[in-house]
Structure formats: C-alpha cells, structure tokens
C-alpha cells in the first residue's frame, strides 16, 4: 500500500501546476475581448463623432448673426475671421437713419489664441471706441482693420501678460498707440473694453 500513495502524490504535483496555467488562459482572453471593445470603440468615435462634431462646428462658424459679430467660441487661427465685414456705410444707409452721422463704433467680439498655449486657451474681448463723428465714421469704414488690429494685439499676449491686473490699462495703451497714428479725420480719445475674457 505504500507504493500505492506514491502515485498519488506523484498525481497531485502534476495538478497544480495545471490549475496555475489554466487561470492564465482566462485572463489572456478577457484582455484580448477588452482590447476588441476599445479598438472598436474608438474606431466609432473617430469615424461617427468627431466628423459630426467637426460638421456642427463648421456650420456654427458659417452661420452670420444679423448684427455681424462673429459667434465662435474658440478659433483654431491666431488672427480673428469675423462672419460679416462693414467696410463702408453707403447712401442709402445714411438717408436710412436720417443723415445722422456715427455716435458710437463698438467690436463686438474678437476671439484669439492665447500665444504660447497651443491653441489650448483663448481670449475673448470687445471694445467701444470714445472720439468724434467723423473719427467714428473713419473706423467704421475701416472696420476690417480695426478687428484684425485688435486681434493680432490679443494674439501676440501670454497668460500671464492676460492675466495681469493692470492689462486693461496695457492694452488700451497698446492699442491706442496702433490706431490713432493711422487716422487721418482725428484720433480717438479714449477706448474701454466692454468684454475681457481668458480662457
């Protein structure tokens, strides 16, 4: 009887090490099954997702406001692309209201890339321009001008310069300095920014 528990013992060796091989087999499978589903799961979102995403963002970049401010939120370029332009006030435009000349020239909203961010953060900003009528008519009829100036200011600023407390004051200087010395009808007295936004 002693020479029959030694198979036996023999038996129970060889059992365990296919009891340890025979839980790997399960676990190599449920990671292969996970790494199907993720596989497939970002095929989904790069191939239904993102285009659609790309698309909303595309359309709601093409759609003009009546008013001509731009309503995107987050720019890819550094140099703002308003929707509608008003380069020049026409005739009829003028007898429309009266013959009154401009009393006031506001940007409404100028969005830019923060420099050194890569493209990770953006400011928004919106300004209303203080001067004479025929200043003011003088900036509306160069609005194009005014909006990439005030862009290209916005977009050559840091994080850190954004976030100074004194960078109203500092840009207002900065921009002023650009502005008055192009006009030919006067300068404008004073600016102030109706939006500052860093995010």
């Given at each position: 009887?002693?020479?029959?528990?030694?198979?036996?013992?023999?038996?129970?060796?060889t059992?365990?090490?296919?009891?340890?091989?025979?839980?790997?087999?399960?676990?190599?499978?449920?990671?292969l099954?996970?790494?199907?589903?993720?596989?497939?799961?970002?095929?989904?979102?790069?191939?239904?997702?993102?285009?659609?995403?790309?698309?909303?963002?595309?359309?709601?970049?093409?759609?003009?406001?009546?008013?001509?401010?731009?309503?995107a939120?987050a720019?890819?370029?550094a140099?703002?692309?308003?929707?509608?332009?008003?380069?020049?006030?026409?005739?009829?435009?003028?007898?429309?209201?009266?013959?009154?000349?401009?009393?006031?020239?506001?940007?409404e909203e100028?969005?830019?890339?923060?420099?050194?961010?890569?493209?990770?953060?953006?400011?928004?900003a919106?300004?209303?321009?203080?001067?004479e009528?025929?200043?003011?008519?003088?900036?509306e009829?160069?609005?194009?001008?005014m909006?990439?100036?005030?862009?290209?200011?916005?977009?050559?600023?840091?994080?850190?310069?954004?976030?100074a407390?004194?960078?109203?004051?500092?840009?207002?200087?900065?921009?002023?300095?650009?502005?008055?010395?192009?006009?030919?009808?006067?300068?404008?007295?004073?600016?102030?920014?109706?939006?500052?936004?860093?995010?």
């Amino acid at each position: 009887m002693a020479d029959d528990n030694k198979p036996e013992e023999g038996a129970e060796e060889t059992a365990a090490p296919k009891a340890k091989s025979g839980g790997m087999i399960p676990l190599l499978l449920t990671s292969l099954i996970v790494a199907v589903l993720l596989a497939g799961v970002g095929f989904a979102l790069a191939y239904f997702v993102v285009p659609a995403r790309m698309a909303a963002a595309n359309a709601a970049a093409d759609a003009t406001p009546v008013d001509g401010t731009s309503t995107a939120s987050a720019p890819v370029g550094a140099a703002p692309t308003p929707e509608k332009e008003k380069t020049a006030r026409s005739a009829e435009e003028l007898q429309a209201e009266g013959g009154k000349p401009i009393s006031k020239f506001t940007i409404e909203e100028v969005t830019v890339n923060i420099a050194d961010t890569r493209g990770n953060r953006f400011v928004r900003a919106g300004v209303y321009f203080e001067a004479e009528a025929p200043v003011l008519e003088e900036l509306e009829a160069n609005r194009a001008r005014m909006i990439d100036t005030l862009g290209q200011v916005l977009s050559t600023k840091t994080l850190d310069e954004l976030t100074a407390p004194n960078i109203r004051g500092v840009l207002r200087e900065e921009l002023l300095g650009i502005i008055n010395p192009t006009l030919k009808a006067g300068h404008v007295d004073n600016l102030y920014f109706t939006d500052l936004l860093v995010q």
